[in-house]
């Protein structure tokens, strides 16, 4: 388990030095009045303190991704957990901290009003519908999730539609009641609960002489599934996630004072990758290797693996109490993210979300498609999710590196994840069963040419006038 915890410090380390240097080039002002002072309404935005919105934006962005999604990628073997160490450190961490701080700095906009901004109308509508979907999507697979779970642990008249209905009330209420009646008050017990969970998985493999296989960065998957890019799209929440760009604003809109924002935006991501090297970890060692865990995978799929693993080494009580983390993980994730869409709708409409009745007229139609769209297969919903939320997170990288360069900021900070990631989404769509099924030495080389062609565009507005001057690109970058 060296392994395990080594990529933890590492994880760690990475806050404090590569966080506190983009905290340090972004230059929060604690004397900059916050949406949360200046607009507050008692619905959505409500000064917190930071110590809760750090814990809510962590179950916000914890969903089944850095559990599901750590399981699945620990296929591909030990290499997993580079993706996960430095995918975090040096792509989700910068993502989540530039998206949440300049949500702040424009009155807790949604991320599509923010690309607006930075990269024109166009780019602004695109998101817009883009941003809808995915959350609707987020939604609808974290509702499902939860419901199968909770349908295994109870009477067979307790089946998955009793608690799909049971789960949609709870994300009708999340989503309607002000953010500071509901997910504020139970948040802090979901909380605790998810750290017991992490805490216990670890433990048990730890206590029960559970090892790693020996460090390599070859290809393990029993299947022979590409690790580019198949690997960087499996792991999304836990490295970088484009759903966490939808779920910032949310908080963005409860932060008393800017000099908070790394310890909420940078420190929840660093603490799910922790979840999500948890999972990894367990996925190997339990099953002695990723021929062991493939064969779980097809038997019961990762719920079966979490189910299998958590009664295994905790018993029956606490793997109770684990497998209540994992269902904890989505539901807290589900709904926020039907909150996040109304509110994104709210934005696109110019409405205001203080009365009921406007809430009500937004949320409705939402629910009726997230209601629609849960019959049908999860895996499909999820493969979609997958890679649509990763090229979230390239487009909200390059808004991040266009403010920089606005604001004569060094970019580069935002501009090296964001063309990796640009890669890793061409290359996906290009490969994957679900997209255009290309063999790997055209994906490869449409997503490399692609990264490389925008980087260069990028490169060229920043530069093509006096280096050292503020450079307004907004017209030049105008989609």
């Known amino acids: 388990m060296l392994l395990f915890f080594l990529s933890v410090a590492i994880l760690i380390i990475g806050y404090f030095t590569y966080g506190l240097l983009m905290e340090k080039i972004f230059k929060p002002d604690e004397n900059r009045a916050t949406p949360a002072n200046t607009l507050t309404d008692g619905v959505d935005y409500v000064p917190m303190d930071w110590k809760n919105i750090f814990l809510i934006q962590l179950l916000n962005i914890a969903g089944l991704g850095p559990i599901f999604g750590a399981i699945a990628g620990a296929l591909w073997g030990p290499v997993a957990f580079l993706w996960i160490v430095f995918g975090c450190i040096f792509a989700g961490g910068i993502h989540d901290y530039l998206t949440g701080m300049l949500s702040v700095r424009n009155n807790g906009a949604s991320i599509s009003e923010i690309a607006g901004i930075y990269l024109g109308p166009v780019m602004k509508n695109v998101m817009r519908v883009f941003s809808v979907i995915l959350l609707i999507l987020v939604g609808t697979v974290f509702m499902t999730g939860p419901a199968k779970l909770l349908a295994s642990l109870t009477p067979k008249a307790l089946d998955f539609n009793f608690w799909l209905i049971i789960v949609l009330i709870y994300y009708f209420l999340a989503t309607m009641l002000p953010i500071d009646k509901l997910i504020g008050r139970i948040y802090p017990v979901f909380g605790l609960v998810l750290i017991i969970m992490a805490v216990g998985i670890t433990g048990g493999l730890l206590f029960k002489g559970y090892q790693l296989p020996p460090f390599t960065l070859a290809n393990l998957h029993p299947q022979g599934l590409p690790i580019w890019a198949m690997l960087f799209v499996s792991i999304a929440c836990g490295a970088i996630s484009g759903f966490h760009a939808t779920q910032s604003p949310l908080m963005a809109r409860c932060i008393k004072n800017e000099k908070y924002g790394r310890r909420v935006f940078y420190g929840a991501m660093v ?37 299998t693993v958590s009664v295994s080494l905790l018993g029956g009580v606490g793997g109770i109490l684990a497998i209540l983390g994992v269902i904890v993980c989505p539901i807290t994730s589900g709904d926020t993210a039907f909150r996040s869409a109304r509110l994104t709708i709210a934005d696109w409409l110019n409405t205001n979300q203080k009365p009921i009745l406007k809430r009500l007229y937004i949320a409705v139609p939402l629910f009726i498609v997230g209601g629609t769209l849960s019959q049908l297969n999860f895996d499909i919903i999820w493969r979609y999710f997958a890679w649509s939320n990763q090229t979230l997170a390239m487009i909200a990288l390059w808004v991040g590196a266009v403010y920089l360069v606005r604001n004569n900021i060094p970019h580069w900070i935002a501009t090296v994840p964001a063309t990796f990631m640009t890669a890793v989404s061409i290359t996906y769509i290009l490969q994957a069963p679900e997209g255009f099924h290309l063999p790997p030495t055209v994906s490869y080389s449409a997503g490399v040419i692609g990264a490389i062609t925008l980087f260069i565009l990028f490169v060229g507005v920043v530069f093509k006038r006096n280096i050292g001057k503020p450079v307004d690109i907004h017209s030049d970058l105008n989609m």
């Open 271 to 307: 603490a799910e990758g922790i979840i999500a090297l948890v999972w990894a970890a367990a996925g190997i060692a339990f099953f002695h290797g990723t021929p062991g865990l493939a064969a779980a995978m097809k038997e019961g799929g990762p719920g079966g693996v979490v189910h």
